[in-house]
């Protein structure tokens, strides 16, 4: 039985607590609605931030200044009257949008730039000027002076200040430019100036200026970038300018090496005539005369040595090769292009000279012959022989 109390006992001071958490859960939003509807009430609200008017008005400057002047006259009697007839905000009207010339810029009449005047810190004073001035509270003498903050001004102070703005926004008004200032005096003097001395050669930047410029910035920056490198790792900011110095001067090496091989001719002196003991310093007819008295002579090997050399002194001569006297017979050949006719005259006179003169055979009439008609027809240059065109060799 005591068992079955207890229970019983312990079930209703559940119920009981959950009863009570319940209220407690309604109570809590009711009472902060009151709070919130008690501070509706209360006095703080009695003047509330006056409701925005109409959308600004495109005013021009008279009007701005007709505006001006009427709000005056609002604050002057709001003043003198601090009631809610003659401190009403609605009486300050929308703001303004009045005309403004910006310095340096030429607007057209029908498209000036525009400066946006708001009043809304007047409608604010006139909604506080409805009520009469509170009697501000004394400081406390034993705070120190320098903690003693300034008093709050007083909405008549506030209006005699609304007074003193409106005026000087009225003083200003008449110097504002609505139009802005010519400068035709100045343009002329600048133009009068540019076509002076000093500046009748100024030319426009050229490409390879501006890509030298540009060049040079690249240059710098480089450096720059090796510099700012150098504070986190010295190592690599080194290797940096190292290799791009090394570079340069690789690069003017090999300039330089381009340079002497081009011109390298201009260190010789420039002259029509062979060099001395070239084949064409001695003429070829001297070169024939030579061949025909050793001929008549009867040495034929001699003969065969003058022949050849006639025939290289013309064709010299006609400018097929530069002349040049430590030049061999082979290398002669060699300078001759595979097309030009008269290679296979000259190969098959080559190996004549050779043989007889380089290899020590012995020459007779008959072999002297072939290389006189070899040479004779290289000389004239109206086409080898049979012999020489085939490619013979004299015998």
Same mark, same amino acid.
């Given at each position: ?50 409701? &925005? ?5 495109? /005013? ?48 057209? /009449? ?42 709050? /001004? ?31 005096? #100045? ?5 009068? #100036? ?150 296979? &005259? ?50």
């Amino acid at each position: 039985m005591r068992a079955r109390k207890s229970d019983a006992t312990a079930v209703r001071l559940t119920a009981l607590g959950a009863a009570a958490l319940v209220g407690l859960l309604v109570a809590v939003p009711i009472t902060f609605l009151g709070a919130a509807t008690a501070r509706a009430d209360s006095p703080l609200a009695e003047h509330p931030s006056p409701a &925005p008017t109409a959308k600004p008005r495109d /005013a021009s400057l008279d009007e701005y200044k007709q505006h001006l002047t009427m709000l005056t006259a609002l604050v002057e009697a709001c003043a003198k009257a601090r009631d809610l007839k003659t401190c009403d905000p609605t009486q300050v009207g929308p703001d303004d949008r009045i005309p403004f010339a910006q310095p340096g810029k030429a607007q057209a /009449a029908t498209n000036q730039a525009r400066r946006l005047i708001r009043y809304g810190w007047l409608r604010v004073l006139l909604s506080e000027a409805q009520d009469k001035d509170a009697v501000a509270p004394e400081a406390k003498k034993e705070a120190p002076a320098d903690s003693v903050r300034p008093p709050k /001004a007083t909405t008549s102070q506030l209006l005699r200040d609304a007074e003193i703005r409106l005026a000087s926004d009225l003083a200003e008004s008449d110097r504002v430019p609505v139009t802005p200032p010519a400068h035709d005096a #100045v343009r002329a003097v600048m133009k009068q #100036v540019l076509a002076g001395r000093d500046f009748r050669d100024l030319q426009a930047e050229t490409a390879q200026q501006s890509a030298m410029e540009k060049f040079a910035k690249w240059i710098n920056k480089l450096f720059e970038n090796a510099g700012k490198l150098t504070a986190k790792a010295a190592w690599l900011g080194g290797v940096l300018v190292w290799g791009f110095i090394l570079a340069v001067c690789v690069g003017l090496l090999w300039g330089l090496i381009q340079f002497e091989r081009r011109w390298r001719v201009r260190l010789v002196p420039d002259s029509d005539l062979p060099a001395p003991g070239a084949a064409s310093a001695r003429d070829w007819q001297l070169w024939l005369e030579d061949a025909r008295r050793a001929a008549a002579a009867g040495q034929w090997r001699e003969a065969i040595h003058f022949v050849y050399w006639a025939a290289i002194s013309r064709l010299e001569s006609k400018r097929l090769w530069p002349a040049d006297r430590a030049r061999t017979p082979r290398e002669y050949l060699a300078l001759v292009a595979p097309e030009d006719e008269r290679k296979g &005259p000259l190969s098959a006179l080559t190996r004549s000279f050779e043989r007889v003169w380089y290899g020590g055979r012995p020459a007779g009439e008959q072999e002297y012959k072939r290389a006189e008609e070899i040479a004779n027809g290289l000389i004239s240059g109206g086409g080898a022989s049979r012999l020489g065109a085939e490619g013979g060799t004299p015998r």
